[in-house]
């Protein structure tokens, strides 16, 4: 079959949920046998996400190939387990970025660069670049931001185009909000009105409406929205409010979300989608009676998607323990000696999160010393990691002055370090180990005991590294590097065989645990920390 292209833009109000209906849409395609990936189009001027504070924009996640992207991929990847790429996320920075070069190289033959055609044809040549490797079905495309803003006009535009060019071969998907006015005790249908008005402005026809709502919309509602908005009246559907995403794909095939796309591109809509091991994660999570208790203790746990790819691996490894996850944030630039134990003393086990620069890290090491004290089951992540080397060296090795040099620059025990050859580039993400790399676990270990395996390959995104140098000192003392990079023999795990479960990844297994293939290291943390509850009654 030709490849079909499903645009999804959004209207009203951001944040209603774009990348979650589309990974939903995927999913229900992907359950059907049909080879589908997504893709994100955001309308920011930065090149990627990675120098974004996550104040501005929450996580960024990591693909594979080394992408810095949004995290609205980490949802796709997680819905549909299909790894992205650097192809699956394109801002217009990277638009304007090839513009320009192209200009630069004479490309355009010394014509006049301007929005219409040279911008939209970089946009549209990116959105199928996908479509032509012949590996998929269905392209979802997502077009960030709000339909009416300055900065989506020229994607929109790119859009109008292609659904020109596509015909049957491409539908576009537009998701509204309907307000409930509460002094009124009524849904409003006027912003959904406008919105399609002013899609329908730059020449954009939705084929069909998903309705964001905290109530039930009735169906002569939507029968109204549909007539006002030249929508069929079966193409309106709503996104109602559920206590978990991961129960929208049910929802959206319920509405036969995924027969009508089938329908409306010429595709044989019969059977039902394959969801047995779907079901089977909802039912778990649905059915769990205990609760484990982790403490996430990061910098930035005011904002719900600092990190989200950790919360939903831990929420998945929870569900799959057949326990309702009880996630409590617990804030490092506050945390200290005096507190520590009120903090941390009823929890079944502790993460300490990712991050760069000072801000809140002393809270981190006191949080380790609390935990390796303890014997409380403990996952150091990335900077977690480096923090539980930090914290190892000045209250075991006897080296009180010990840091990073991310840190301190002059610390005379720099147990965490720039390789040599990273230390001349100033370039922001000139430095950064990025992407997957493969790590050997040592036969025996925890770690490898969790994976199952002695070979793994996870996702970087980190600048400062293990100083091997030390590593003789650590191992004398009970602190083992039981993961190595092969290649270039990079310290990637470490962990306290004498402890329970206190281990250390300089890689983000996060971002590679999805529904249907929880992180097993994750499994094997909440499985501890279980135990260790249950040893602590």
């Known amino acids: 079959m030709e490849t079909k292209y499903i645009f999804v833009t959004g209207g009203v109000v951001s944040s209603l949920g774009k990348g979650i209906i589309s990974s939903s849409l995927a999913c229900l395609l992907k359950a059907r046998g049909l080879r589908v990936t997504i893709q994100k189009f955001d309308p920011y001027i930065n090149i990627d996400p990675g120098t974004l504070n996550p104040y501005e924009h ?116 537009h998701l509204t909000y309907v307000p409930f006015l509460h002094a009124a005790k009524e849904l409003k249908t006027k912003p959904t009105q406008h919105s399609v008005k002013q899609l329908q402005e730059v020449g954009i026809q939705p ?81 769990a009676e205990q609760t484990v208790s982790i403490g996430l203790v990061g910098k930035y746990v005011e904002l719900q998607d600092a990190y989200k790819s950790i919360n939903e691996a831990l929420f998945q490894a929870a569900t799959y323990n057949d326990r309702k996850l009880n996630l409590v944030y617990v804030h490092s630039e506050k945390l200290n000696e005096g507190n520590v134990d009120e903090k941390l003393s009823g929890l079944d086990g502790v993460i300490v999160a990712p991050g760069f620069g000072q801000r809140g890290i002393e809270g981190k090491f006191t949080a380790l010393k609390w935990c390796r004290e303890h014997d409380m089951p403990t996952f150091g992540i990335c900077l977690g990691m480096q923090c539980m080397v930090i914290e190892f060296a ?15 620059i002059k610390t005379p025990h720099n147990v965490i370090d720039l390789m040599e050859d990273q230390k001349s580039v100033t370039a922001k993400g000139g430095t950064m180990r990025l992407g997957a ?34 590593r003789d000192s650590y191992e004398k003392a009970g602190m083992m590097c039981v ?14 065989p004498d402890l329970r479960w206190y281990i250390g990844t300089q890689y983000h297994p996060e971002y590679s645990s999805t529904v249907l293939n929880p992180n097993p290291i994750f499994l094997d943390f909440i499985k501890a920390a279980i135990e260790y509850k249950n040893q602590n009654k």
């Open 483 to 496: 993961g190595e990079n092969p290649e270039t023999h990079l310290v990637e795990v470490v962990e306290i």
């Open 437 to 470: 790399y493969d790590c050997v676990l040592k036969e025996g270990s925890k770690a490898a005991r969790a994976y199952g395996s002695t070979h793994v390959s996870e996702r970087h995104r980190h600048r400062f590294e293990f100083n091997s140098d030390y």
């Open 394 to 408: 000045r209250n075991v090795l006897g080296y009180a002055d010990a840091n990073s040099t991310e840190m301190d």
């Open 207 to 287: 084929d069909i409406l998903i309705l964001r709502t905290e109530k039930d919309i009735p169906a002569d509602m939507r029968r109204k929205i549909a007539q006002f908005c030249n929508v069929a009246p079966d193409s309106v559907i709503q996104s109602i409010d559920l206590p978990t995403i991961y129960e929208v794909p049910l929802k959206m095939h319920e509405q036969h979300l995924d027969e009508i796309v089938l329908k409306k591109t010429g595709e044989n809509a019969e059977g039902e989608p394959d969801l047995k091991a779907w079901l089977n994660f909802l039912h778990k999570m649905d059915h």
């Open 58 to 173: 929450g996580e960024c996640y990591v693909t594979v190939d080394g992408h810095e992207a949004d995290l609205d991929l980490g949802h796709y990847e997680r819905f549909t387990n299909v790894h992205t790429t650097k192809a699956n996320n394109v801002t217009t920075g990277r638009i304007y970025q090839s513009v320009i070069d192209k200009e630069r190289r004479g490309d355009y033959l010394g014509k006049t660069v301007q929005i219409i055609p040279h911008v939209t044809d970089e946009i549209k040549r990116n959105i199928k670049l996908l479509g032509n490797t012949g590996n998929f079905d269905y392209i979802i495309t997502e077009i960030g931001g709000t339909v009416g803003d300055i900065e989506s006009l020229p994607y929109l535009e790119a859009v109008r185009q292609l659904r020109w060019e596509l015909g049957q071969n491409s539908l576009c998907i």
